[in-house]
């Protein structure tokens, strides 16, 4: 174990220890064939206790009760969950809502619901109460686990909650339930617990972002979750070495099925309340933290923290960026802390990421600026993911037609396969829809190269169009993010009365450039428009530049272009 993890001081609860010799596999379902096992990523749990159980699996350090799980430990607490919940009334299929930071809670969650055949609902903690309110109701949760500093979000309900004060400790509300799910279980074990015979069967429901309307409750599988951890683990070579720093809230997409394929490749995984840099930079330093993910957003937090330094060569980390493309600019400083960027792209709906960047032997030789446009493509498919398609849309037909691979020729993205959503909960025509012409319309433009990696253009409703031209949005910001004092940058479509819409930007600054440019951002503006004038054709040059001290982002860091649309609107 890591400095900075030895020095945690914690008994886990009695109910935490696990007999002697414990059965590590479930009740096996009846009627399943010998040369078949159905998918489920309990089993990864099962597994890291059977050969690893007294490895470090889970460290929660930076809080008032810090607390350190092994894997053998934590499988118990799962097992627990498990039989808490059915001794709480839990039916197969049942949903459980989860309301919590990254802790224990709700890493437990993502083993204990599923091992009770429920279906697990975690909530962003951003939300207002009127948006859990509809989740609530939505998903049809049964039972609420939340943690203690977001009990205002649960409101008036019918359904059991279950308070984490977030301690480990006995007398904690979330602990006393695990305490009677252990004595519920009359020492049964895992043997107990029936297996889930079908891995088609709903795993988890995610809610998306809701910013065209209400949101759209996403329903993976047993299946999908299990083979894109895998997938997660290989891409992001994790493996028992590994330490997972937890950046990325496991509330997002089921922390892009993280959870799980950390535990797959037996690595030890850090939660982390809140997104501290001072924290994060401790745990870079002193925990031997491996890996970690994060929007461009976060990492630029992360570079531009004063703890920042650069890692010894001897302990590389791997931040996987999804969200947006990372910049030149934050590729380059990245490398220079020892951190190497890994560029992924995915959506609720594919259990975040499937494909990913595969650097190529090539671009060694190439200048930075050379490299980060390759490195900027969103790639290739996943091992475990179908193919990534670019298609023609069609709104009359349900025939997808490959666009050539010029890297010039607009579609849209779609796939299909292994790790695709089952569905959109109790909405048929939400799933019909984005499920027309036999594969999942991503919504997203972009382009094929000849090698075959795609590289998107923009949102379809983020498309700039002036004079009659496409203009990119994210092409326009990958070359304003060029200009060497501009730290993050957002570009949206704003009326003009002879092209119809032109480009705006808006920018904050770097830190240590802010104060060349106070009370003269109107020269600033002048300055990053000529340094776009040679980069940009003239459609796509902006017509307007902002300079704000900060952009209104999501809970997991993506900038939140719906606010900036209302801004311009008033203009």
């Known amino acids: 174990m890591a400095s900075s993890l030895a020095s945690i001081q914690f008994t ?54 810090p607390v350190a799980y092994t894997f053998s430990i934590w499988a118990q607490r799962t097992q627990n969950l498990a039989y808490a919940l059915l001794k709480a009334g839990l039916n197969h299929g049942d949903r459980v809502a989860v309301i919590a930071p990254n802790t224990p809670l709700i890493a437990d969650a993502h083993y204990g619901v599923l091992a009770a055949r429920g279906i697990l609902v975690p909530i962003n903690t951003r939300l207002k109460p ?5 989740i609530l109701e939505h998903s049809g949760a049964s039972i609420i686990l939340v943690d203690y500093e977001y009990k205002h979000l649960v409101g008036s309900t019918k359904a059991r909650v279950i308070v984490s004060n977030d301690t480990g400790r006995a007398g904690d509300p979330y602990e006393e339930f695990l305490t009677q799910g252990r004595a519920y279980s009359n020492e049964r074990g895992w043997q107990g617990l029936e297996a889930e015979p079908d891995e088609n069967t709903g795993a988890v429901l995610c809610y998306t972002s809701g910013t065209t309307g209400r949101p759209k409750g996403v329903i993976t599988t047993l299946r999908g979750s299990y083979l894109a951890a895998i997938g997660n683990a290989f891409e992001g070579q994790i493996n028992k070495t590994s330490t997972y720093l937890w950046i990325l809230p496991m509330f997002h997409a089921s922390g892009w099925t993280y959870p799980w394929a950390n535990v797959f490749a037996f690595a030890t995984q850090i939660t982390l309340r809140t997104v501290n840099f001072t924290h994060i930079w401790n745990h870079l330093i002193h925990s031997g933290v491996t890996h970690y993910c994060g929007a461009p957003t976060v990492q630029i937090g992360i570079i531009n923290d004063p703890l920042a330094r650069k890692l010894p060569p001897s302990r590389p980390v791997t931040a996987i960026i999804a969200g947006a493309a990372p910049t030149a600019h934050l590729i380059a400083e990245l490398e220079k802390k020892g951190i190497k ?19 190529q032997d090539a671009w060694a030789n190439l200048s930075l600026d050379e490299r980060s446009r390759f490195m900027a493509r969103q790639g290739h498919a996943f091992a475990t993911a179908g193919e990534v398609r670019v298609v023609f849309q069609s709104e009359n037909s349900d025939v997808l037609e490959d666009v050539p691979a010029d890297g010039k020729t607009l579609g849209e993205i779609v796939t299909r396969g292994n790790i695709v959503m089952k569905e959109y909960f109790n909405d048929p025509a939400a799933t019909s829809k984005a499920f027309k012409g036999g594969s999942f319309r991503t919504g997203d433009l972009a382009v094929i190269h000849p090698d075959g990696s795609v590289a998107i253009m923009d949102r379809s409703k983020d498309i700039i169009i002036s004079g009659g031209e496409n203009a990119s949005s994210l092409a326009i910001e990958q070359e304003l993010a060029s200009h060497p004092h501009v730290l993050e940058v957002s570009v949206v479509a704003r009326n003009h009365i002879k092209w119809g819409e032109r480009p705006m930007a808006f920018v904050t600054l770097h830190p240590q450039h802010t104060s060349k440019w106070k009370g003269r951002h109107h020269e600033f503006e002048k300055d990053l428009k000529a340094h776009a004038k040679p980069r940009l054709p003239g459609f796509a040059c902006p017509e307007w530049v902002e300079v704000v001290p900060e952009l209104p982002k999501t809970s997991t860091g993506k900038i939140l272009k719906t606010e900036l649309r209302k801004v311009v609107a008033k203009l």
């Open 12 to 65: 886990p609860t009695p109910a935490s220890f696990p007999s002697l010799a414990p059965r590590l596999r479930f009740k096996a379902p009846s009627n399943i064939p010998v040369n078949h096992d159905p998918l489920n990523p309990i089993t990864f749990l099962l597994r890291a206790a059977l050969v690893y159980p007294n490895k470090l699996a889970l460290a929660h350090p930076d809080t008032p009760n």
């Open 130 to 134: 009127h948006e859990v309110a509809y």
């Open 341 to 359: 960027p890994v560029h992924v792209y995915g959506l609720t709906e594919t259990y975040g990421p499937f494909t990913r960047n595969y650097e």
